[in-house]
């Protein structure tokens, strides 16, 4: 009966129980409820910023959850930005979670807060060796966005994981530490690494020094000395790296001397490296003498690295000049063949048994067709001595024509020094090839009166040539231009062959010799020849400040400029008619040429003033109307010179696009294509050019960029100071 009895009353207090457990639950829940209703009611102000509902003392509360909490926790943290700061090393705890996600999203975390995790740093450098290579690149992220916020603990915390096994790990350590900075503490660090007995640990120390201060890393030296003999190839070659950063003492040649000296042939190689291809070699000139034993090593290279590390400590050893012989001739060299020949030439007369090598080298097709090789041949020659550059100056003999031409030009690139090759460039002037010619009369040009021995075949070779350019006027034709009635007639010579591009190199060389007036002649013939490359070139000689133009060249100047004046009555805004006037009336090299020698000869010869005001007003092409304006205020100081002058700064004229095709020797002077050098033309006429202020006063407010605005800006400021000031010139 007791049975049945409790039964009935238990299933009569359940309905109780269950509505009291409801009742119970939500009173809890009101209560819950409570601060969000109260929250309500307070101001904006006052109200504490919540997360999905959540306050951020919440979340943090939430740390201590499970995992699936925590994780959601950390990144609800984030998005309370600055506030969440204070509780970084809340969140730091969590970087020594199991949970692999945990450590990584606490550390992309702490990541974005920059300096405000500064706190957190060395919880951070151990992270760096999480066995997550994941979580240890975030911490290092983590750590460099710290940078120089960081603490001194950090910065030794994080200079220990230099050392680790993992290179992944001495990669990121090495990274942070160029962000966080070094101090004494942390190099201290590096000091015991260089000497650590494991060789990843010395040589992730060599790669730190690169980034440490140089004041920091100048004690650590006589650490990093004795590696240039360590088994290791990387860090030997590391340890160049660095001394050469960080500067070297007198310790410095003694390390060296046992690399040298070390039965490691490779680390004798390395010691020799680091003199010849660094700038350490100063340190090493004691041991100068040590090196040059080497030149009788047994091994090739080391020889060559000998000599070559000799040649840079400018130490000559006659065995030097034989063993870099031996790496011309095998065509076998560590380093390009230019310094090698170069390294030859500076040992001068000790080189005399390497300049057979030398020439023997340049006859090899290769190098004889690379200019700079055949130069550099030609110099070394010259520096060994006079013998040398004869027995050189015998390849003007060779049954190749194309070593005749290198030979010739390599001995043209000698200047004074060609002297003793004078018999045979002389011989070469009758050669068959006109490139052989060619240069060897340049070079006795450039020999000037020192050649004196060749002057009477230079002065053959100029008669004969110009009498066979004469010749030509059989072919030629009177061509008028312009009003025949008033004698305005060009007459012009159709040159053919090869005297184009001879006779006025020739009639150069010739002139700066001995003053051949015959070639002055020949010169002011081709002033009107219809061929470009003949007239400009003849025009370039007569430029050129070894040649004295004379007042008798001056009908021939007038009539180039005359001929391009005579082309501006058919000029039309077409490009068939461009290239016809660029054919027919002179390239722009070849006025621009013109008017230079005209001005040069002066207002005295009587220079057609008339044609280049002409010329100034309408040429299309800016660069020489300026030139024409030049030469009007230089031949005459003419009142329209400036006016001229300043239109030339139009932005029209500047900025339209050149359809010309100049081809000419003379080719097209970019300086004079600038604003820049009208600027320097009209500050050049002082007070005159301000007869043009209006138009230099528009140009510089069409400029349209600063340099531009600047050139003229600064003329504004010396012809009127007032009006740069209106304009707000600086």
Same mark, same amino acid.
């Given at each position: 009966m007791r049975a049945t009895g409790d039964r009935s009353m238990n299933c009569l207090l359940r309905p109780i129980v269950s509505w009291f457990a409801e009742i119970s639950i939500a009173l809890a829940a009101a209560i819950a409820l409570t601060p969000g209703i109260l929250a309500r009611e307070q101001t904006a102000e006052e109200r504490e910023p919540v997360y999905r509902g959540r306050t951020l003392d919440v979340w943090i509360r939430m740390l201590d959850g499970t995992d699936d909490e925590q994780l959601v926790a950390i990144k609800a943290i984030g998005e309370f930005g600055p506030e969440a700061r204070a509780h970084a090393d809340v969140l730091a705890k969590k970087l020594s979670s199991i949970r692999d996600d945990i450590r990584l999203e606490a550390a992309n975390q702490l990541a974005t807060w920059g300096?405000?995790?500064? @706190?957190?740093? /060395? %919880?951070?450098?151990?992270?760096?060796?999480?066995? %997550?290579?994941?979580?240890?690149?975030?911490?290092?992220? +983590?750590?460099?966005?710290?940078?120089?916020?960081?603490? &001194?603990?950090t910065r030794i915390a994080v200079a220990?994981?230099?050392? %680790?096994?993992?290179? +992944?790990?001495?990669? #990121?350590?090495?990274?942070?530490?160029?962000?966080?900075?070094? #101090?004494?503490?942390?190099? *201290?660090?590096?000091?015991?690494?260089?000497?650590?007995?494991?060789?990843?640990?010395? !040589?992730?120390?060599?790669?730190?020094?690169?980034? /440490?201060?140089? @004041?920091?890393?100048?004690?650590?030296?006589? $650490?990093? !000395?004795?590696?240039?003999? &360590?088994?290791?190839?990387?860090? $030997?070659?590391?340890?160049?790296?660095?001394?050469?950063?960080?500067?070297?003492?007198?310790?410095?040649?003694?390390?060296?001397?046992?690399a040298i000296d070390h039965a490691d042939d490779e680390i004798k190689r390395n010691g020799l490296q680091a003199i010849r291809m660094t700038t350490l070699g100063a340190a090493a000139k004691p041991i100068a003498p040590k090196i040059a034993a080497l030149l009788e090593h047994e091994e090739w290279d080391i020889r060559e690295s000998a000599a070559l590390a000799l040649w840079k400590l400018d130490y000559h050893d006659r065995r030097a000049a034989r063993v870099l012989g031996e790496s011309i001739s095998t065509g076998r060299s560590l380093a390009p063949s230019p310094d090698v020949i170069t390294a030859i030439g500076d040992l001068g007369p000790l080189a005399t048994e390497a300049a057979p090598l030398l020439i023997k080298h340049f006859e090899s097709p290769r190098q004889s067709d690379d200019?700079?090789?055949?130069?550099?041949?030609?110099?070394?020659v010259a520096r060994i001595g006079p013998d040398a550059v004869k027995t050189f100056a015998g390849l003007l003999e060779s049954r190749r024509g194309e070593l005749r031409v290198a030979a010739a030009k390599a001995i043209e690139s000698l200047g004074e020094k060609a002297e003793p090759a004078i018999p045979a460039l002389a011989a070469a002037l009758a050669d068959t090839e006109i490139d052989v010619r060619i240069h060897a009369a340049k070079a006795l040009g450039n020999l000037g009166s020192s050649a004196k021995s060749a002057a009477p075949l230079l002065a053959d070779a100029v008669r004969k040539e110009f009498g066979q350019y004469r010749a030509g006027e059989i072919d030629s034709r009177r061509q008028g231009f312009g009003d025949r009635r008033k004698g305005k007639e060009f007459?012009?010579?159709?040159?053919?062959?090869?005297?184009?591009?001879?006779?006025?190199?020739?009639?150069? +060389?010739?002139?700066?010799?001995?003053?051949?007036? #015959?070639?002055?002649?020949?010169?002011?013939?081709?002033? /009107? %020849?219809?061929?470009?490359? *003949?007239? &400009?070139l003849a025009l370039a000689a007569l430029d050129r400040s070894v040649i004295d133009p004379r007042a008798s060249s001056v009908p021939a100047l007038n009539n180039v400029l005359r001929f391009r004046v005579a082309g501006y009555a058919t000029l039309r805004e077409d490009d068939s008619v461009f290239e016809r006037m660029q054919m027919q009336y002179g390239t722009d090299g070849s006025i621009i040429y013109a008017l230079r020698v005209l001005e040069r000869i002066g207002a005295d010869g009587k220079p057609d003033l008339e044609a280049v005001k002409r010329i100034a007003e309408a040429d299309t092409s800016p660069e020489v109307s300026l030139a024409a304006a030049r030469a009007l205020w230089r031949l005459g100081h003419s009142p329209h010179a400036a006016t001229l002058a300043a239109e030339c700064l139009a932005v029209e004229r500047f900025a339209q696009k050149n359809r010309r095709d100049d081809t000419s020797a003379a080719g097209r002077d970019s300086n004079a294509r600038s604003p820049s050098a009208v600027v320097e033309v009209l500050a050049e006429m002082g007070d005159a050019a301000k007869t043009a202020l209006p138009q230099i006063k528009l140009a510089y407010q069409q400029a349209t960029d600063d340099e531009t605005k600047a050139a003229i800006g600064s003329l504004l400021k010396k012809l009127d100071p007032d009006a740069a000031g209106k304009l707000g010139v600086r």
């Open positions: 300096p405000d995790a500064k @706190s957190t740093g /060395v %919880d951070l450098a151990r992270t760096l060796v999480d066995i %997550d290579p994941e979580i240890g690149a975030a911490a290092a992220t +983590a750590l460099r966005s710290i940078g120089k916020a960081a603490n &001194d603990e220990n994981a230099i050392g %680790d096994r993992d290179s +992944a790990v001495r990669e #990121h350590a090495i990274s942070v530490m160029k962000e966080i900075g070094w #101090h004494e503490g942390s190099v *201290a660090v590096l000091r015991q690494a260089l000497i650590s007995k494991e060789a990843r640990v010395r !040589y992730a120390a060599l790669k730190a020094v690169a980034n /440490v201060p140089t @004041s920091l890393g100048v004690p650590l030296r006589d $650490r990093i !000395y004795p590696l240039l003999v &360590d088994a290791g190839l990387l860090i $030997r070659l590391e340890t160049i790296k660095v001394l050469e950063r960080i500067g070297v003492d007198g310790g410095f040649a003694a390390a060296l001397a046992a200019e700079k090789v055949a130069n550099a041949i030609a110099a070394s007459f012009t010579i159709n040159s053919r062959g090869t005297g184009t591009r001879w006779l006025p190199v020739v009639a150069e +060389a010739s002139w700066r010799v001995s003053r051949d007036p #015959h070639a002055i002649e020949a010169l002011e013939k081709m002033l /009107v %020849d219809l061929n470009d490359d *003949a007239r &400009d």
